[in-house]
């Protein structure tokens, strides 16, 4: 019966197995939400600055790696605390319907945190080794958003945690290793893109609202509803981009 019901549900999802399921494990279309915020800072640097395309590509790859990781965390988290069956509905699964072993997740996630630090070291190497600080911070929240006692993604800070980290503090990373210096230009052009990557977060969770609830999660969508959710998934995009017009002029 299980066997049916996964098969059944692939081809509700379109999904196809091979370099197919390590693909859809690595969510790459949710990637825009490490790899964007690091163009931003890195195209505001080159206002006053020729571009270190070492640099630049370095904290790219950390970034998209450190995302991939946090999704695979996520993913095996899920799974380990019943919250992911293979009828669930989403881009992950690779688990419940692939039969991927969850601690092949959870050490490919490690591995990418892995090589991830091996980029961060030569960005240090070339820039300041408080990077390193930053960094290990932003990987331990990664880490802390479906792991540990206490998961950020449980709470309804997940969205407040996530545009942070990947949109400011990322944005500042990336406008600071190329000019060794910081100013309150990047931090204000970060602030559209950090509401932007909590609009994903809450998108997903205005998604999964019955399901997080029966499983105790005390989500923002949770906490104001699915109407009033959706009224404040608009107000981020609204938001956003009147705050971005206001910036352009």
Not at 14 to 41: C, D, N, Y
Not at 93 to 103: A, E, W, Y
Request: some cysteine; aromatic content about 14%; hydrophobic content about 50%.
């Amino acid at each position: 019966m299980t066997i049916v019901s996964n098969q059944t549900t692939k081809e509700a999802l379109g999904e196809k197995s091979g370099f197919q399921i390590w693909w859809r494990m690595l969510r790459p279309h949710t990637l825009t939400a490490s790899f964007i915020p690091v163009f931003v800072g890195t195209v505001i640097a080159s206002i006053d600055s020729s571009i270190h395309i070492g640099l630049f590509l370095a904290m790219l790859i950390a970034s998209m790696l450190i995302q991939a990781a946090t999704n695979m965390f996520n993913e095996y988290y899920d799974f380990v605390k019943g919250l992911d069956t293979e009828d669930s509905v989403g881009i992950g699964g690779t688990i419940v319907r692939d039969g991927i072993s969850p601690q092949t997740v959870r050490n490919l996630a490690f591995t990418f945190y892995g090589i991830a630090i091996l980029l961060g070291f030569y960005i240090c190497l070339l820039t300041t080794f408080w990077i390193a600080v930053i960094g290990l911070i932003s990987m331990l929240f990664g880490y802390l958003y479906t792991g540990g006692p206490y998961p950020i993604a449980y709470s309804p800070f997940g969205e407040l945690f996530a545009g942070f980290f990947m949109g400011t503090v990322i944005i500042g990373i990336s406008y600071y290793i190329q000019l060794e210096s910081l100013s309150s230009e990047p931090l204000l052009l970060s602030i559209p893109i950090a509401i932007l990557i909590g609009a994903i977060l809450l998108s997903n969770n205005i998604r999964d609202l019955e399901g997080d609830e029966e499983n105790g999660r005390k989500t923002l969508a949770i906490l104001v509803g699915r109407h009033n959710a959706i009224n404040v998934l608009a107000a981020f995009f609204i938001s956003a981009y009147a705050i971005t017009i206001y910036l352009l002029f």
